[in-house]
């Protein structure tokens, strides 16, 4: 059998189609600031049989609808897609950002699983109807698969969320992140072993034997492998091409991995994950590789596959609104109470501990990628993958908001020392108040991808119309923006510099105050903060003798 | 019909072995300066039924050779990686250089493809049973076959080999990739009208009405989408997000030019080509987004489609030396006195127009693509198809050496005036002689892709044993260095500076000359040619009062 010239054409278009009604919907959502995928899923309902395939069935009888030749060609594709998405999810773990977040993070991903997986399995242990289980299903492997399903939390669009919300370099940032990758990674082996119990002996191998290999897989990967590919990479790069031979490599290791835990009887985007952890991992593997293949694969491949969610389900005529709303009920309960007892008991306060349940909520991608195998394997029917679609949609799209409130909420406590960041600081040699605050709005801009020539129109403009000179050798420039969290980058200046200070003196530290424009109280509280910490004559000066900026940091958060 | 767990296992493991062993032996060939798609295709040589196929027919009749499912999603995969490939091939063309480089590229391109279509067509359909016609083929659709294999040249392996030979952005290296691109189009526009005439009518659409679309296609490509696509770029990137939105676009373009291509009659990937070459002529392309398509497509994609090419076919069984020796002999007869015979005419030297020939000569990938099309459509036998993979990598192994040596017994006849360019000229400042060649080399460096260091050492080295300051105000510091062809670097110091000069005057012309270290005698020459164009003692001065690069080199080629 082979694809004929017809097929060839369907399958061609059908690949162009999609990609374009993935993007043009996406771009028209981003512009609400709804992610990308978001769109990708809807132009997949919109051009499969819920849409297009009631409005115009003859052409949906021709198009997008395959059989035969072309259907299998697009599984091909699918799978190679969904593998590479996995193989770059892993890509994206830091397992050293996990270690150092220690203990909080631990509880917080602890939590995050346990809760919400007792919370899903209780649920649909006793009431099983309720969630739409099928009378063929095994009932015990539906009220695992659910716990897993609500205990998911989806890394990448955690991580967009805390870029739009200028919190991802921050340390409750840091956090989210860290608990989120366990997360990740505890929830995927549990899947795994859920997927592998329900095939029983189809893969020819006895479930113990499954486990067995998936545990060795799992050990030999993380600590083996990783080690060796970060040991090895320097070497590998000086004698392959760059950046072939690396990429060529990784998507190598990857397809491998992928392979293998399918033949041990465990989903393949397992071990693209796996091992795109252990890669990803590497402090050699250069920023240009992995934008190289995570741009190919998060435009190109990755748009295919969730295009292809909505050609599979009518969304209408398997929506059902008791078994949605139970699974977001569940899903938000599940989170925002686990991860935030987690962060609480932690020993943050409770504002914050909202806002990151709230954060580890997404479910994004991730769920939708599970809900789609489980429902290929034929572990859930049609209604229960929509639901589960629709609550990984809720759950991302509630989670940018929500976490914005609690964090405001939280942050009316800021203060100048919890702003501080080594790599806010900076050492400069300008020598008049204009160059030094350009220089400042750059480096802030640069660090939280602002308009630079915006910060510094507002700041300046601020600054004509009375200068922020201040006493005892400060100087605090500020300007309000359109901005989701307060930024603050500190000059210190050696040599000092005329600011038209109120008692006269030159200036020595010089903070850019950057505060969102809908707080006007966060601004004057900052402003009063900063000023108190120098309120000694000689603070500013002595921080000018600091040989780096760990050592500004130290001495600031030792002023009183 | 779908993929079984069993198919997934083979096809990822494949996909892996594949890209494994195709990349394994194309960096070991590349030590020895081969191209890494030899490597590809030797993969499937050993991967296929040549070589383990042979040793190992167990393995082999499970794995790398499929049927059913498998087969038809390997080929679902080779289908986008051939129209991707033609796509990025595309992208390079560059039409604005074409006309540029106008009278003699012309002539170049359109001698290499007539001669050479003519001596093949000729032979084809004289001796087609010499050639390995089969009984049941078309005798004059052979005959137009072979004609277009023979006048078909590799874009991406020549410009591979002109950078090897660091006369990439020589005006020969210009004239060469311009008419190489040229030819490219025109070869491939010949081969869809055969590939549509012996289609007949099986796309269901008439032979004339296939001719006339893609007559309308390729004028509104090249035409209206082109000059649309540049226009909209920069606005486009506006409003989305970059990358993605751009290679989103690309690729739907290439896909859905593909499919229309397909669906008139003509193969998907000439439409893939042409909407290529519309787009790469952009001005407004970013450098970085043709670096993540073209590395992902070839460092991922090509590989599994140069690879297939041997599982298809036993090279041993089918091997007949008579029909290779043929195809080789006629390929070189046709290109280098095709291309030769052109250039001559438009007024190149012997040496020179026969470097030409051999530089056009490269078959490579694009044959290769060319062969499989032809003989998956039953157009030749394998013989013949394993006749022109041997031909392809003959043409292209041979190109480098032999543009070298007759480019070399040219240079003979090299003078200052022909290595001028204008982005060779440097207006330095620098008001030390140490801090100037620094500059002269960094920028020497920077031109022709050559260690920096290196450069530096080797030339400050020389200049440490006596200056090389001469008289009438100008310095030409040198050296020999591990190049292939000569490169000359200017700076014009408008205020001058002290060189230790012969007759104490500062100097304002400082030419650097690096040399090939095999050719002595050619740093002599040009030593000398330079130094003679600045006899007048008031040359140098003069030329610091250009206001640009322009102006400087057309003062100097006044000089006499």
């Known amino acids: 059998m082979s694809l004929s010239e017809h097929d060839i054409v369907l399958f061609l278009s059908s690949v162009a189609v ?75 773990v830091d397992l050293s950002l996990v270690t150092r977040q220690g203990k909080v993070a631990s509880l917080i991903s602890l939590m995050g699983v346990l809760f919400p997986f007792a919370v899903g399995f209780g649920v649909a242990w006793f009431f099983p109807n309720e969630l739409g289980i099928s009378a063929k299903e095994n009932h015990l492997i539906f009220a ?101 031979g690396i990429l060529n490599l990784i998507l190598v290791l990857g397809f491998a991995g992928a392979a293998f835990s399918e033949w041990i009887g465990v989903h393949a985007i397992f071990g693209a994950f796996i091992v795109g952890i252990a890669i990803g991992d590497s402090a050699h593997l250069k920023e240009e590789t992995r934008e190289i293949i995570q741009q190919f694969v998060t435009n190109i491949f990755a748009p295919l596959f969730f295009v292809s ?42 504002e914050d501990s909202l806002a990151i349940g709230f954060g580890m909520n997404s479910r994004g991608a991730m769920e939708i990628v599970l809900g789609t195998l489980a429902f290929q394997a034929g572990l859930i029917q049609e209604k229960v993958f929509v639901a589960l679609v629709i609550m990984a949609l809720v759950t991302s799209l509630s989670s940018a908001p929500a976490m914005g409130y609690f964090l405001k909420r939280s942050k009316k406590k800021l203060n100048f020392k919890d702003l501080l960041r080594k790599d806010l600081i900076l050492f400069s040699d300008a020598d008049t108040k204009e160059v030094l605050i350009k220089e400042l709005c750059d480096f802030a801009a640069s660090k939280n991808k602002l308009n630079k020539e915006k910060v510094y129109e507002e700041v300046w403009k601020r600054e004509q119309q009375f200068s ?77 003798v600091s040989a780096n900026s760990d050592e500004v940091i130290s001495k600031i958060k030792q002023l009183s």
């Open 144 to 244: 695992l698969f659910v716990g897993t399903a609500l205990s998911i939390t989806a890394l990448p669009v955690v991580a967009r969320t805390l870029m739009d919300l200028n919190i991802f370099k921050t340390e409750i940032g840091f956090l989210i992140i860290a608990s989120a990758m366990l997360n990740d990674l505890v929830g995927w082996i549990i899947f795994s072993v859920i997927l592998a119990m329900m095939k029983g002996n189809s893969s020819g191998l006895e479930f113990s034997s499954t486990m067995l290999m998936l545990g060795v897989f799992i050990v030999v990967t993380l600590f083996f492998v990783r080690r060796v590919f970060n040991y090895i990479l320097p070497k590998f790069e000086k004698i392959t091409t760059y950046p072939g």
């Open 309 to 350: 969610i909505g050609l599979r389900v009518n969304f209408i005529q398997n929506f059902d609104l008791g078994i949605v709303l139970i699974f977001i009920a569940l899903a938000f309960v599940g989170k925002v109470v686990g991860c935030g007892l987690g962060a609480y008991w932690g020993g943050m306060n409770k």
């Open 468 to 544: 922020t000179g201040l006493a005892n050798h400060l100087a605090i420039p500020h300007a309000r923006l359109k901005i989701q969290s307060p930024l603050v980058v500190t000059a210190i200046s050696r040599g000092g510099l005329d600011f038209d200070s109120l008692d006269g003196k030159i200036a020595h530290v010089i903070t850019l105050l950057l505060t969102p424009e809908t707080e006007p109280e966060l601004q004057l509280k900052l402003l009063a903060d900063i000023t108190k910490n120098f309120h000694l004559p000689d603070t500013a000066k002595e921080l000018c």
């Open 18 to 92: 999609m990609l374009f009604f993935s993007r043009a919907i996406g771009e028209f959502l981003k512009k609400f600031k709804q992610p990308i995928v978001l769109g990708e899923i809807l132009a997949g309902i919109i051009l499969g049989p819920t849409i297009f395939g009631v409005l115009f069935p003859g052409i949906m009888n021709n198009f997008l609808s395959y059989t035969g030749a072309v259907n299998i060609a697009f599984q091909g594709i699918t799978l190679l897609a969904v593998v590479m998405l996995l193989l770059v999810s892993g890509l994206e």
